[in-house]
C-alpha cells in the first residue's frame, strides 16, 4: 500500500510498504480518508535532534477514515463508519487515561506520525479505545482536523483557560490552523476577539472570520493595540502558541488576573518572565498541549453544529511536501489537508 516516509530531514518519499495484519482483539483496522497538517509536522519534517524516533518514518499525526475491519471483540463500531484517531498512542491503563484525559498519559509510546509511524497511510490498525465516530454530516476533510486543531483549541480555551461567553480573548497568529479555529470558537459563544495577524490579507480574512479587530503585529504594537482598544484593562485572556516573540506583550495584553494559555512556541522556545509582573498582576499562566478523547467528541459536535474548520487547500498525498513548506514560511490561512 502507498505510504508517504520521513527518510531524514526535508526527506519525504511515496513508499510502497505492506499493509497492517488483521485488526487483533480490542483494535479496529482504519482505510485513511484525509491527514491535517499542523506545526508539529513540521517540527519532525524539518528534524528535531532531541525527538526519539527511528527513520523512516510515515508521516501525519491528525487524520480521519473509514472503519474497514473490526478485532473479534469489538463491537462499537461498524464497517464503512467515518472516524477519527487520536493521535498519540496512550497506554489507556494510567489513572489520567482511565479518565479519557490521555494527554496526561504517564506511559505515551509517542506521537503518531511524530515518535511512531502516523497517519499517512492508505491503511491503519488503532486501539479502537482511540477511535471516534464521526456524525455524518461531518465531512471527511473537515474531521481531519477534529483530533488536532479543533480538539488542541477545544482544550486551551474551555478547559484550561475557561473562556466564558462576553469574555475579550486575544488570539495570534489568527490565520494559523489553530488560530482560524480559536476565533471561530470564542465568536461561537459571543466573546470579543482581539487576533494578531502578519498581513493585511490575512486581517482581512480574520476580519471575515468573525475576529473584532486585528493588529498587524509587524506594522504595530500589539500590545499597545491591546490597551488601545480594550481602554487600558487588557483582555480577559491570551492565546499563545508564538512563543519568544510575542510573550511578553502576551503578559503585558492581560488585565490584572486574566489567563494565558499556551500551546506552542514557533517563534523560539525561551523567553523571560518578570515575576513581580506575574503574582501582582495574578496572571494564571496554563500548558496547554494535545487534547482529551471528550475534547475530540466536542470538536465534532461543534463541527455538526455547523462550525466548520477554515481548510486554506487540500492536497495530493505527493503534495505533502510542498505543504509543509508553505506551513513553515506561513503562506497558509487556515488547514491544509491531505486527502489519499
Ligand atoms: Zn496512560
Excluded at 479518565?99 to 515518535?115: K, Q, T, Y
Excluded at 482536523?145 to 462576553?166: K, S, W, Y
Excluded at 490561512?333 to 486527502?339: A, D, E, N, Q, Y
Aim: with cysteine; proline share 4%; hydrophobic share 40%.
Amino acid at each position: 500500500m502507498r505510504a508517504l516516509l520521513l527518510h531524514g530531514d526535508r526527506d519525504l518519499r511515496l513508499d510502497d510498504i505492506d499493509a497492517p495484519p488483521p485488526p487483533g482483539p480490542g483494535e479496529v483496522q482504519i482505510r485513511v480518508g484525509a491527514v491535517g497538517l499542523n506545526h508539529i509536522d513540521v517540527w519532525g519534517f524539518r528534524g528535531m535532534a532531541f525527538a526519539k524516533r527511528r527513520l523512516p518514518l510515515v508521516v501525519g499525526a491528525e487524520a480521519s477514515g473509514e472503519v474497514a475491519a473490526l478485532g473479534a471483540d469489538v463491537t462499537e463500531f461498524s464497517a464503512g463508519q467515518p472516524v477519527v484517531m487520536y493521535g498519540a498512542l496512550t497506554c489507556g491503563a494510567c489513572p489520567a487515561c482511565r479518565e479519557g484525559r490521555d494527554n496526561l498519559c504517564e506511559a505515551v509510546s509517542g506521537i503518531m506520525g511524530f515518535h511512531l509511524d502516523g497517519f499517512c497511510r492508505e491503511r491503519v490498525n488503532m486501539p479502537a479505545r482511540l477511535v471516534v465516530p464521526v456524525p455524518e454530516s461531518v465531512a471527511l476533510t473537515d474531521a481531519a482536523c477534529a483530533p488536532i486543531a479543533f480538539g488542541t483549541v477545544q482544550h486551551m480555551l474551555f478547559d484550561n483557560a475557561r473562556l466564558e461567553q462576553g469574555e475579550t480573548v486575544l488570539v495570534h497568529a489568527g490565520g494559523s490552523g489553530i488560530g482560524t479555529v480559536a476565533i471561530r470558537m470564542a465568536k461561537a459563544i459571543g466573546c470579543t476577539v482581539i487576533a494578531t495577524v502578519g498581513d493585511d490579507e490575512k486581517g482581512e480574512k480574520a476580519r471575515a472570520l468573525g475576529a473584532d479587530h486585528v493588529v498587524n503585529y509587524r506594522t504595530e504594537r500589539f500590545e499597545g493595540e491591546v490597551r488601545r482598544l480594550t481602554k487600558r484593562k487588557g483582555v480577559d485572556v491570551v492565546f499563545e502558541h508564538v512563543g519568544a516573540e510575542t510573550w511578553n506583550g502576551s503578559l503585558l495584553s492581560l488585565k490584572r488576573g486574566g489567563r494565558l494559555v499556551t500551546c506552542g512556541s514557533t517563534s523560539g522556545v525561551s523567553a523571560t518572565i518578570n515575576l513581580m509582573q506575574l503574582f501582582q498582576q495574578q496572571y494564571r499562566i496554563f500548558g496547554s498541549f494535545g487534547c482529551s478523547m471528550g475534547n475530540i467528541r466536542e470538536a465534532l459536535a461543534k463541527m455538526a453544529g455547523g462550525l466548520h474548520p477554515v481548510i486554506d487547500a487540500v492536497l495530493p498525498l505527493s503534495d505533502s511536501a510542498g505543504g509543509l513548506e508553505r506551513l513553515e514560511s506561513r503562506r497558509v490561512f487556515g488547514k491544509l489537508v491531505i486527502t489519499l
